[in-house]
């Protein structure tokens, strides 16, 4: 059911919290988990609805997924041990799900279904769908838009393949389904998009190797893998955390922080970015956890400034621009963020529907081909209901731009943040921001 949420300005914001665990590595810590054999518990994952679609859709192909007091456990198959499910898999409203998903399916002697939401049902499955196809999945519908069946094989065919678009997703269901063939796959990309599958790979036991050379990534999973059951603690997500800092940089006097966040160098652009901003970012206690760099951050809110934010960092924070967009309205100057193209095929049109909530704010920007420039003012009008298009990070971003704006900022859909940050709302008012159900602040 969508729910109205407002947010209006707020007094300083101060705390010391987590966010939820990170998005990416749940995903594959349950979907590895099941491609292993014997047990992984996996302590932190993200108990939001996009993971636990993930978790559902490999209960029904036989692997047995269960929390008990935190601790999520995952009873593996073994690879190529999935059963073929009896239901459609329905993947909500996520794109990773589904893509890796699919890598998956491709490698097993079944036929599957899978659907989403309307968002999902939109988004482009060509880019998964065409390496597959060269590595034997066959399609049964003759489209490239969920809801698609999918029939894999017992018999994958090792490919090398060039990611023609920077893309985590597409990488990872290859290499996922390389894990079923004969041989080596290979996937080569020219810019380097996260890499938490091959982290992870690694973690439970796949032969990998990575060669980098001119800025080109070539990464090889040697096939008929077997995987060892793991221990796994998800750190908190960066692309979740973003939400928190940006409002911490925005509201005057603030000073918040982040305990156990991500900070793989390949999903940090967007702290990078705020840095060069002028913003205060502190981090402690930085280590090693799963195999994946974790730190805790703390952010004090203070004067920005508009910077370039060159397209080869895109990769790297790729789920970030919307609100990067808002932090760049409160901005001394202009803010350029080149190369966005990607953003047309996320959980919406991002770059439009980022651009109509400036729009409805009344932040001066716009949009030069793939490039969206924002101009900062020391004052922004805000007094709008924004329309968030089934996509959480549009809900977020908005909600974050009314904590500084002179007028509260409304969503017309706060339901759609439980696709990946539970508890998002009330997290923000601990701190002390504004937020609550539309009709319930203060005009
Ligand atoms: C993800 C990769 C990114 C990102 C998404 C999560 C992943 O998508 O936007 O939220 O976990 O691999 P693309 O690979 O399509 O860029």
């Not at 049964?140 to 060039?162: C, H, M, V």
């Not at 990464?219 to 221990?231: N, Y």
């Not at 001066?364 to 922004?380: F, K, P, Q, S």
Request: aromatic share 4%; net charge negative.
């Amino acid at each position: 059911m969508s729910e109205m949420l407002s947010a209006r300005k707020s007094s300083s914001l101060a705390g010391t919290l987590r966010v939820p665990g990170d998005k990416s590595i749940s995903h594959r810590a349950l979907m590895l988990g099941a491609l292993a054999t014997g047990v992984t518990h996996i302590t932190g994952l993200l108990e939001a609805d996009d993971v636990l679609a993930t978790g559902r859709a490999l209960a029904a192909m036989g692997a047995a997924v269960k929390c008990r007091d935190g601790v999520w456990s995952v009873h593996g198959r073994g690879v190529g041990g999935l059963a073929k499910p009896d239901t459609e898999l329905d993947f909500g409203n996520s794109g990773t799900g589904a893509r890796l998903m699919m890598g998956i399916v491709s490698g097993h002697p079944f036929t599957a279904g899978f659907t989403g939401d309307a968002s999902l049902r939109s988004r482009p499955m060509g880019r998964v769908l065409t390496p597959l196809r060269q590595m034997g999945l066959n399609i049964q519908e003759d489209r490239e838009t969920l809801p698609l069946t999918l029939e894999g094989t017992s018999n994958l065919i090792p490919i090398e393949y060039e990611l023609p678009v920077p893309s985590a997703q597409v990488k990872s269901a290859i290499l996922f389904a390389g894990l079923h063939a004969p041989g080596k796959t290979t996937v080569v990309e020219r810019q380097a998009t996260r890499d938490h599958t091959e982290r992870m790979l690694r973690h439970f036991g796949a032969e990998i190797t990575i060669e980098e050379e001119g800025g080109r990534r070539s990464i090889a999973v040697a096939g008929d893998a077997e995987l060892s059951g793991r221990d796994i603690a998800v750190p908190g997500d960066p692309s979740s955390a973003a939400f928190v800092i940006a409002a911490a940089l925005i509201v005057p006097g603030s000073h918040v922080t982040l305990r156990d966040i991500l900070v793989n160098p390949t999903r940090t652009g967007f702290f990078k970015t705020l840095e060069e901003m002028g913003a205060g970012i502190r981090y402690d206690n930085e280590r090693q956890e799963s195999g994946e760099a974790v730190a805790d951050i703390s952010i004090t809110a203070g004067e920005l400034s508009g910077v370039s934010v060159p397209a080869a960092r895109a990769p790297s924070m790729i789920d970030e621009y919307p609100v990067l967009a808002v932090v760049a309205a409160f901005a001394k100057g202009e803010t350029r963020m080149e190369g966005l193209g990607e953003l047309r095929v996320k959980e919406s049109d991002r770059l439009a529907t980022t651009a109509a909530g400036l729009a409805a704010c009344g932040v001066d920007h716009r949009i030069e081909g793939d490039t969206l420039i924002v101009n900062g003012a020391a004052t922004v009008p805000g007094g709008a209901t924004v329309s968030t298009h089934l996509d959480h990070r549009i809900a977020m971003a908005f909600l974050v731009m009314g904590l500084g704006s002179d007028a509260p900022v409304t969503i017309d859909d706060a339901s759609i943040i439980a696709t990946s940050f539970t508890g998002f709302g009330d997290l923000m008012v601990g701190l002390g921001a504004d937020i609550g159900a539309a009709e319930e602040t203060r005009a």
